[in-house]
C-alpha cells in the first residue's frame, strides 16, 4: 500500500513504519522497540542507518500531519450514496447542494501549502 495512503489511517510511525519506508519489501527482524534490536536479513537492500531511520521517522510525522487534512475531510463528508442523492435532486431542481456541500467541507478542511 502507499506509504500516503497508510499515513492517511491512523498509523503508528515507528521504526518498522520507517524502514518499511526506507527499504519496501526487505527483510528483517525488530526484536524490541530499539533500532539496536534490527536484524537486517535482506541480501538485495542494504540496511539503513540508525539515524537515517530517525530522520525518515520525523520526515513521516510531518507528512502525516500535512495529510491531516484528507482524514478531517472524509470524516465530514457525506457517503457516495448521499453524495450521488444530492447531486440527482440538484439536476431535477436546479440547486447547486452538492457542490456547496463539497464546498463548505474543503474551506473547513484547507489543503496546507
Given at each position: 500500500?502507499?506509504?500516503?495512503?497508510q499515513?492517511e489511517?491512523?498509523?503508528?510511525?515507528?521504526?518498522?513504519?520507517?524502514?518499511?519506508?526506507l527499504r519496501?519489501?526487505?527483510?528483517?527482524?525488530?526484536?524490541?522497540?530499539?533500532?539496536?534490536g534490527?536484524?537486517?536479513?535482506d541480501?538485495e537492500q542494504?540496511?539503513p542507518?540508525?539515524?537515517d531511520?530517525?530522520d525518515?521517522?520525523?520526515?513521516?510525522?510531518?507528512?502525516?500531519?500535512?495529510?491531516?487534512?484528507?482524514?478531517?475531510r472524509?470524516?465530514?463528508?457525506?457517503?457516495i450514496?448521499?453524495?450521488?442523492d444530492?447531486l440527482?435532486?440538484?439536476?431535477?431542481?436546479g440547486?447547486?447542494?452538492?457542490?456547496d456541500?463539497?464546498?463548505?467541507?474543503?474551506?473547513?478542511?484547507?489543503?496546507p501549502?
Open positions: 500500500m502507499d506509504i500516503e495512503k499515513l489511517r491512523d498509523v503508528s510511525i515507528d521504526i518498522p513504519f520507517a524502514l518499511q519506508s519496501p519489501r526487505a527483510q528483517w527482524v525488530l526484536r524490541g522497540e530499539a533500532f539496536s534490527l536484524e537486517w536479513l541480501q542494504s540496511q542507518g540508525e539515524q531511520v530517525l525518515e521517522i520525523e520526515r513521516l510525522k510531518l507528512l502525516k500531519e500535512n495529510l491531516k487534512y484528507r482524514r478531517d472524509k470524516d465530514e463528508y457525506l457517503t450514496e448521499e453524495q450521488l444530492l440527482y435532486w440538484d439536476g431535477v431542481n440547486t447547486t447542494t452538492w457542490a456541500h463539497i464546498t463548505e467541507v474543503k474551506a473547513n478542511h484547507p489543503k501549502e
